[in-house]
């Protein structure tokens, strides 16, 4: 998939550095999660670019700037339910990839991956209260919020709120 500026290309083993240093970044991970040792993370990873085959109900990119080859993050899309017709999305970019309008290039190519090709009818996104970089950018790449979960999340032995977002396939 393209745009652009971006290729996402299926995740791949020589992407296993990039995932690991967007995972382990303390400024990333401060929303998302508790830091995950190397061979959770490791496993994590593994699962992702083995997504294979007919029963495939994920599918996970990186993120290269064409201009200069460089990976600058991860994307993905995982089927939720049993009825295979929404998804979740999640997005990391490293930090210096930060503010360049590559986190919503990116995630309007997944959307359109999602319905066009995944024939999907909504992806969600979840993010958590604080982190209003990520909520902005849901909202300026169509997304409405739908909810707000009490204490959904474990991060640093905190409860953190997280917001649920939505985007529905246009009828």
């Known amino acids: 998939m393209n745009s652009e500026r971006l290729q996402l290309k299926p995740l791949e083993q020589s992407d296993w550095t990039l995932f690991k240093e967007l995972n382990q970044c303390p400024t990333l991970m401060k929303y998302v999660d508790d830091p995950r040792s190397d061979s959770l993370l490791k496993t994590i990873f593994e ?27 991860n994307i993905g899309i995982a089927l939720k339910g049993s009825c295979n017709d929404s998804a979740e999305a999640g997005c990391m970019l490293k930090a210096s990839a930060h503010g360049k ?34 909520w902005k950018l849901l909202e300026k790449t169509g997304f409405h919020r739908e909810s707000m979960l009490t204490k959904n999340t474990s991060i640093g032995g905190q409860s953190v709120d997280d917001y649920v977002y939505v985007i529905l396939r246009k009828a």
Do not use: H, M, P, Q
């Not at 699962?47 to 600058?72: L, N, P, Q, Y």
């Not at 986190?103 to 209003?132: H, P, Q, W």
């Open 47 to 73: 699962r992702r670019v083995c997504a294979e085959g007919k029963g495939k109900k994920s599918w996970d990119f990186s993120i290269t700037e064409k201009s200069t080859g460089d990976k600058v993050g």
């Open 101 to 134: 309008g590559y986190a919503s290039e990116a995630l309007r190519l997944i959307v359109d991956y999602g319905f066009e090709t995944l024939n999907l009818n909504k992806i969600i996104a979840t993010c958590a209260t604080s982190n209003i970089a990520s």
